[in-house]
């Protein structure tokens, strides 16, 4: 596991190279892994959300207060994809939380080019995405977040058990969601894994 994890923390894009990424898939109308309309259509629309985001993304004082006082050298590596819509919404928050700190690598995977890594760290049985791996200097797992905040998987928990499926009006309620949200609650649960792990 961890000769996996060194591997892929040295393959994987910064985040600037990862919006390059996302700026050339919107430039060539593609996406990454298996094409088809509906990915494209999600990852036009998360690579104008991302660039929003980058732009609106705050972290309240006393968060970025604890996140600048990090002392301990880590990186995190995130599972990630342009077609997610949940991590178009997770990635400029945890990029404004690394830039805080210079204890903190951001680092970004494509899901589909790393099974087996995926496959270390599924939800429930499933290839869900984004997942973050908070690995110590010395490239140990210390803690992982994801998919979703817990806000955000109670809202998914609750739709699925009422509809039985998650669908377009769904992802539409989850949209809003995340817009009044304004990802306090990625924060807050980056700031409680945190807390755990000290």
Same mark, same amino acid.
């Given at each position: ?23 050339? +898939? /919107?430039?060539?109308?593609? %996406?990454? *892994?298996? &094409? ?9 629309? #998360? ?69 087996? +890594? /995926?496959?270390?760290?599924? %939800?429930? *049985?499933? &290839? ?9 200097? #010395? ?60």
């Amino acid at each position: 596991m961890k000769t996996l994890i060194e591997k892929s923390v040295n393959k994987a894009m910064d985040y600037a190279q990862y919006n390059l990424l996302f700026k050339q +898939l /919107m430039d060539e109308q593609r %996406t990454t *892994g298996e &094409q088809n309309h509906e990915k494209i259509d999600y990852t036009k629309l #998360n690579f104008s959300r991302t660039k929003r985001l980058d732009k609106t993304a705050k972290v309240s004082e006393e968060a970025m207060e604890i996140f600048k006082n990090i002392l301990e050298k880590q990186t995190w590596l995130v599972i990630s994809e342009p077609w997610c819509g949940d991590a178009a919404q997770t990635l400029p928050f945890l990029n404004k939380i690394a830039q805080m700190s210079e204890n903190i690598d951001l680092k970004i995977v494509l899901r589909d080019e790393n099974p087996e +890594l /995926m496959n270390q760290f599924l %939800t429930n *049985g499933s &290839q869900s995405i984004p997942i973050v791996i908070m690995l110590d200097e #010395n490239m140990n797992v210390s803690q992982t977040f994801g998919p979703r905040s817990k806000a955000a998987t109670k809202l998914v928990i609750e739709y699925k058990a009422e509809h039985g499926i998650i669908d377009d009006a769904f992802k539409e309620i989850l949209q809003v969601w995340y817009n009044n949200d304004k990802g306090a609650s990625v924060v807050n649960d980056i700031l409680e894994s945190l807390e755990v792990k000290a």
